[in-house]
């Protein structure tokens, strides 16, 4: 007995675009996927859907949504209200994202992700911890009191197994290049992010197993003749990844578009904020009041403090502002964030043996429905 049988208009494997497809999950995975477009309707079947159906988007940085932020209170029912509120914007794989805070509060960020991986809250792949030793210089948002030396007690939060993915950010200048082997030697995904390091010391975090970049272009030395800076780095390396968050707002779409010519490995990320899923235009971050204004988020200090973007809206803008193709705007946001966290075997494209995360878009590349892991969430 199959739990779901979907047939729809559109399907996006990933690579094609494919007219009246069935698909059929089964325990949470895709055990068929069938041309019906002039055969019988399968049994069970609801009928066709309208729109396309692709495969989920994952998100590797969100700060908040629906009016709740991570850091204000790092617990189960954060998460899931957090969860929730995006995945109306399809959103089927997310990394709840902790910036720089005290060691208390990232165990309980941590143990809140733990309690949540063990309750199978959908779409919860991991933890993101941004911070804490990041740049002074390039801290952004972030509170200054918290940013430190990296101390044995963080680097064992870091390497706790019940946690899923572990992504950490970190400024590569600030730690000795060891540190960075041991932990990705553990496991842990090490990203390159407000930081003031030159392309030397970045290029040696490369060396020594950092696989990715946080919102790149933003709170990072930027490219420049003599001093190719952390951008150059990002840019040459072909194996790495960036995240990009494209709301409009934090990069201009030429600067987007010269990445994703040179960077095979692109992904679209939110940056998300409280204000994401909900009317708030406030909140408190790092002890200062966050204003909204259109799609601005700012401090007091006049510093960008995270994004008001969703998934669905930082596809059409891939898509809009930097005139990808839809499966390209979509791969950025499905099989490449996949990659990135090396789940792309069950997760980011739509097969056979995949697991059921699914969106439902309309033709304005709104979302209709969203499945995680073959169960409806939307
Ligand atoms: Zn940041």
């Given at each position: 007995m199959s739990e779901l049988v979907l047939t729809v208009e559109k399907l996006f494997d990933g690579n094609h675009f494919h007219e009246q497809q069935t698909v059929i999950v089964n325990e949470g995975r895709i055990v068929s996927i069938e041309d019906t477009a002039s055969g019988a309707q399968p049994a069970g079947g609801n009928g066709s859907l309208a729109g396309t159906l692709v495969a989920g988007y994952i998100d590797v940085q969100v700060n908040g949504g629906g009016g709740y932020l991570f850091n204000q209170n790092p617990d189960l029912d954060t998460i899931k209200q957090i969860g929730k509120a995006h995945q109306r914007f399809g959103t089927t794989g997310w990394l709840p994202t902790l910036i720089t805070d005290s060691l208390v509060q990232m165990q309980r960020a941590a143990d809140a992700i733990a309690k949540a991986r063990l309750a199978n809250v959908p779409g919860v792949l991991g933890v993101h911890f941004e911070g804490p030793r990041l740049s002074v210089a390039k801290r952004g948002a972030h509170a200054q009191q918290f940013i430190r030396e990296l101390s044995e007690a963080e680097l064992e939060l870091f390497t706790r197994t019940d946690l899923g993915k572990v992504v950490v950010t970190l400024a590569p200048e600030t730690v000795p290049k060891e540190a960075i082997k041991q932990l990705t030697e553990k496991g842990v995904i090490v990203c390159i992010g407000h930081s003031s390091a030159t392309y030397e010391q970045t290029s040696e975090a490369l060396s020594a197993g950092a696989t990715g970049f946080t919102h790149l272009f933003n709170a990072m030395s930027p490219l420049t003749s003599r001093e190719p800076g952390v951008v150059g780095a990002a840019l040459e390396d072909k194996e790495s990844f960036c995240g990009l968050i494209m709301d409009g707002v934090h990069v201009h779409p030429a600067a987007a578009k010269v990445a994703f010519n040179a960077k095979p490995n692109l992904m679209l990320v939110t940056d998300a904020m409280p204000p994401v899923g909900c009317d708030d235009e406030h909140f408190e971050l790092a002890g200062q009041q966050v204003l909204r204004q259109g799609n601005t988020l700012t401090n007091s200090e006049g510093n960008l403090a995270g994004s008001a973007l969703d998934m669905a809206n930082a596809v059409k803008n891939a898509n809009q502002l930097m005139g990808l193709s839809l499966s390209q705007a979509i791969n950025l946001a499905t099989i490449n964030p996949a990659r990135f966290l090396g789940i792309d075997k069950e997760y980011g494209s739509l097969g056979v043996?995949?697991?059921?995360?699914m969106v439902l878009l309309n033709n304005q590349c709104e979302v209709v429905a969203s499945w995680i892991d073959g169960v409806q969430v939307v």
């Open positions: 043996g995949k697991k059921a995360s």
